[in-house]
């Protein structure tokens, strides 16, 4: 089976501050990995994914994740922050190949940046 | 990208009746629709996988009767809350995911229909 845990329920960010949100999965077989953001009463918009190839990943809005297989991590990052960028992220896992594709997600952690 | 629409994307209604919830992909056709809850300040907990013409997958613990699915067709999925309580009151959120090959097997998101049960 597959998990996925996310430390830190909460970040807050100065902005123009680095964000690091991060991500450890479990996975039994090779995994995809997902960063998703909700802005509030929304739905997920894709930020990256990690399928095969290049371990460094580069999202939109200036966020990008590396793939960690030994680490088993797939933290997400931005240099700068911005107002605009809080929010409430996901990471979520996807065994490759597994039935009908489904996605299990982290908790979610809130993204704050102050002025 | 791909577009996921719901409708309605607010309900509130009664204790004891039942809401139907409608899920579109309005620019591809979706092999399968995935469809979470999402409680206040939670993750998003899967509870059916729905394909095209055949009976919904159930997560363990969702009630089938109670959260009737049907996907009649390849942009079209309805959740339906049978006899709806508040503690049915929730974020529902669907997913859909393309035919095999297409849009690298991605699911993309719908906005969520608030559900509120008084």
């Known amino acids: 089976a597959q998990s996925v845990t996310q430390l830190g329920s909460h970040v807050s960010v100065s902005e123009g501050a680095l964000v690091l949100l991060r991500c450890n999965y479990s996975s039994s077989v090779p995994p995809y990995l997902f960063w998703y953001v909700q802005y509030p009463n929304q739905g997920l918009q894709l930020l990256l994914k990690?399928?095969?190839?290049?371990?460094l990943v580069k999202g939109i809005n200036g966020f990008e994740a590396e793939f960690k297989k030994s680490e088993t991590s797939f933290h997400l990052t931005k240099p700068s922050a911005h107002m605009s960028d809080a929010a409430e992220y996901f990471c979520a896992v996807r065994t490759s190949g597994g039935s009908n594709y489904k996605l299990t997600f982290g908790k979610g952690t809130l993204l704050t940046v102050n002025p | 990208g791909a577009v996921v629409s719901q409708h309605p994307s607010r309900v509130i209604c009664k204790s004891g009746t039942s809401v139907k919830i409608e899920c579109r992909s309005l620019d591809f056709q979706a092999t399968t629709m995935f469809w979470y809850r999402q409680f206040p300040k939670q993750s998003l907990m899967l509870m059916a996988t729905s394909n095209e013409g055949s009976k919904a997958t159930y997560e363990q613990g969702v009630e089938k009767d109670k959260f009737l699915i049907n996907h009649a067709s390849l942009t079209l999925s309805t959740l339906t809350v049978t006899s709806a309580h508040p503690e049915d009151s929730s974020f529902y959120i669907c997913?859909?995911?393309?035919?095999?090959?297409?849009?690298?097997?991605?699911?993309?998101f719908g906005p969520g229909t608030r559900l509120t049960v008084l």
């Open positions: 990690y399928t095969t190839g290049a371990t």
């Open positions: 997913s859909a995911r393309a035919l095999a090959g297409s849009r690298n097997n991605e699911q993309f």
